[in-house]
């Protein structure tokens, strides 16, 4: 179908209103969100999960007259946040908000940069002791 036919047909223009509202209500702001810093330093960062859909349709009644036509457009949203990013002197961290881990896995997963963090300051501990010891 040509495009300017097309611009001129009830029912695109009843699509493109409905997808210009959905871009208005999603936009990368939502999925991350805008930062928020507090008093003592730490800067948080929201992420949701954002599922939408939308539909819309029309007829046309009759042959020539537009006033013949008949059509409806809608849409929905859902946002479900599921962590912030908890940046602090340099550090970055996640906090989940999702309901707590259920198999061992989840919780391997769910436990490892604490593991990492902790090996890493052990390691960090070690090193100092050795070079106290060499001076």
Do not use: C, W
């Amino acid at each position: 179908m040509d495009n300017t036919m097309d611009k001129k047909h009830p029912v695109s223009e009843l699509m493109r209103s409905t997808i210009e509202k959905i871009h208005e209500l999603v936009d990368t702001n939502v999925i991350v969100g805008q930062p928020i810093h507090t008093p003592d330093g730490v800067t948080l960062i929201p992420v949701s999960r954002v599922n939408f859909g939308f539909g819309s349709g029309g007829g046309d009644y009759g042959k020539a007259p537009k006033e013949n036509f008949g059509g409806g457009g809608g849409a929905g949203v859902k946002i479900d946040p599921v962590a912030f990013l908890i940046i602090k002197d340099g550090v970055t961290r996640v906090l989940p908000v999702a309901a707590p881990p259920v198999t061992t896995v989840d919780r391997i997963i769910d436990m490892a940069p604490d593991l990492m963090d902790k090996a890493e300051k052990f390691l960090d501990k070690k090193k100092a002791e050795k070079e106290q010891e060499s001076v």
